[in-house]
């Protein structure tokens, strides 16, 4: 259940539906989405998959897992598969409303001006983000439907007695499953751009390097999804095939790496809380990629594949990446959505809790998991242990490190400070408007004449000695 | 949306085209064709799949941008397809590993 509802219901939507319906159509001059409609459908949808999926949780759970592999889950599970995948069926056709509702906004409702190159980052990684959802939901959709179709009518599609082949649905669901990790990463890729320019008061460096990069990481991520099949009895020549690729889509991911280090560089940083987010994203992204290469490694994965070691690099991208990003982007635009700024001091500390604590939780597993502690067992030998209790001590802290945000954004709400229209000295269209922007955003509709983030550096500043 | 206004009687034809072509995959199950069999059936698939698109979604009369969105579409499922039959197609190639 814990997978089901952080990857369908939290990672996906998180930064795409919180930040990025309210930023898309101020960042590019518009006064909202190109559908409001669908906009608040694509919510209801979302809520009646949610429905579904609290369904199954209350009323048992779920266990096959967020995966839903079969043929445990076809022809085994007797938990509550059926309402677990009508939820994320259901949820499904809300990322989809969502994603098309983005790429309309930002082929049609572009301010004048606002030319493609001029457009800030965090739109380029969700126009990439939102061919995902295209691509790719429908075919999770129909996947998780065929299970439904298995279980019920008894259908010969993934069950071997039945005709079918169950590494099959292994194909289906990564098609979608791999790609959908860049649904969730390449968004927090776009707000960790953003704040990066914003605190280092500097223009990104090798802008369309990063914007491509994100359209490169869309595409080449549709390739890769056998990396999860290499001991499913796939054979080993479509294996060759898919590590390759998998070495490829770190590439771009290294480019935006390297590109945001290079823009830090000489910068005039400024260590506020969002830049703490970002700080802490670019160092565990790195981390959980670079364990991404040992594990598309195809005799590394056999010594390594279903143990904490997996688990360890997946919750460095998710956690360490996409969560970073999302409360780094929470950070940062708090103040524009609210109109109301947080204590930067319980920011700051909390930031640095939830750093260490993710480190202490998800770094010893790298070790458990590569001296051979397998993954799903709730027991394991003693020499385990102290491993164990370091990871559980680690989740408790990042806990704390979750909650304080929570106290103090509840706070600001109520007794905060009121917000000026760019509390950070950001550029960008979003900060020329106030704190909260009024219903339709801009009174005026904007004329854009340069790039949106002009950040001069503190020498060249006209009337600084 | 567009201004393209089809008369009816096209609609009835695609209709009648459609269940055609299910009486056909329906009477093509009844004999064992062999190798043809998953040739005929895909293609009589592939044929309803494309009248419905080109005529009952209006793309026959669509902008090119829409004929792109449609092409990238069916684009994706072909690497779906290739590449999961590139491990069909593979497997059992090395001595003593499953078919």
């Known amino acids: 259940m814990h997978g089901v509802v952080m990857v369908f219901f939290f990672l996906i939507p998180s930064i795409p539906a919180v930040l990025g319906n309210f930023l898309v159509p101020i960042m590019i001059g518009a006064k909202d989405l190109a559908f409001p409609r669908i906009n608040l459908l694509s919510w209801y949808i979302y809520v009646l998959g949610g429905v579904f999926t609290l369904f199954a949780a ?3 759970g779920v266990d096959t897992g967020w995966t839903f592999y079969t043929p445990y889950s076809t022809a085994a599970s007797n938990s509550h598969v059926m309402s677990a995948a009508l939820g994320v069926f259901i949820t499904g056709f809300s990322s989809i409303l969502t994603g098309l509702n983005f790429i309309v906004t930002i082929h049609r409702m572009r301010a004048p001006g606002m030319t493609w190159f001029r457009l800030p980052l965090f739109i380029w990684a969700h126009y990439a983000t939102s061919l995902i959802m295209i691509l790719g939901t429908p075919v999770i959709a129909i996947t998780v439907l065929m299970v439904a179709a298995e279980r019920a009518l008894h259908l010969g599609i993934f069950d071997p007695a039945l005709g079918g082949d169950p590494v099959l649905f292994q194909h289906l669901f990564w098609f979608y499953s ?13 707000v960790i751009s953003e704040i990066v320019q914003a605190f280092s008061r500097k223009n990104i460096f090798g802008y369309s390097f990063i914007a491509f990069s994100s359209l490169a990481i869309a595409v080449i991520g549709f390739f890769v999804w056998g990396h999860h099949l290499f001991v499913a009895g796939q054979s080993v020549y479509a294996g060759l095939i898919f590590s390759f690729i998998s070495f490829l889509v770190a590439i771009p991911s290294a480019i935006k790496v390297f590109n945001w280090t290079a823009t830090i560089y000489k910068g005039s940083v400024s260590l ?3 830049m703490l987010y970002a700080f802490g994203f670019i160092g565990l992204f790195t981390i959980g990629g670079l364990t991404g290469l040992v594990l598309a490694t195809m005799g590394i994965d056999i010594h390594v594949h279903d143990t904490y070691f997996v688990v360890a690099h997946f919750h460095y991208i998710m956690v360490g990446g996409a969560i970073m990003g999302y409360l780094g982007g929470l950070h940062y635009w708090w103040p524009k959505m609210t109109g109301k700024l947080y204590s930067e001091a319980w920011s700051k500390f909390s930031a640095l809790i939830v750093f260490v604590g993710f480190n202490l939780t998800f770094f010893p597993q790298f070790i458990a998991g590569y001296i051979g502690m397998p993954r799903r067992y709730h027991a394991y030998p003693p020499e385990f242990q102290v491993l164990n209790v370091l990871s559980s001590a680690g989740a408790s802290i990042l806990a704390v490190g979750y909650i304080i945000p929570l106290i103090y954004f509840m706070y600001s709400l109520v007794a905060g400070e009121k917000a000026a229209n760019d509390p950070w000295g950001s550029r960008g269209l979003e900060w020329e408007i106030p704190s909260p922007p009024p219903t339709e955003n801009f009174t005026v509709t904007p004329v854009v004449t340069e790039g949106t983030h002009q950040y001069v550096h503190p020498s060249q500043e006209v009337g600084v000695a | 949306m567009s201004g393209h206004v089809a008369p009816k009687s096209l609609y009835y034809l695609i209709f009648l085209a459609l269940m055609i072509g299910t009486g056909v995959t329906v009477l093509v199950a009844k004999f064992d064709l062999g190798p043809l069999n998953n040739i005929v059936m895909l293609s009589v698939a592939c ?3 494309l009248l419905v698109i080109l005529f009952f979604m209006h793309v026959r009369w669509s902008s090119r941008l829409t004929w792109v969105v449609a092409g990238s579409g069916f684009f994706w ?4 397809f290739s590449i999961t039959m590139s491990d ?8 003593g590993t499953l078919r």
Do not use: C, E, T
Not at chain 1, 178 to 189: Q, R, S
Not at chain 2, 77 to 80: F, G
């Open chain 1, 58 to 60: 209350l009323s048992g």
């Open chain 1, 178 to 190: 791999h790609p959908a990790v860049y649904i969730m990463i390449l968004p927090a890729m776009g």
């Open chain 1, 272 to 274: 506020d809380s969002p």
């Open chain 2, 47 to 49: 044929a309803k799949a």
């Open chain 2, 77 to 80: 499922l072909l690497i779906l």
């Open chain 2, 88 to 95: 069909y197609m593979s497997r059992g190639w090395v001595p």
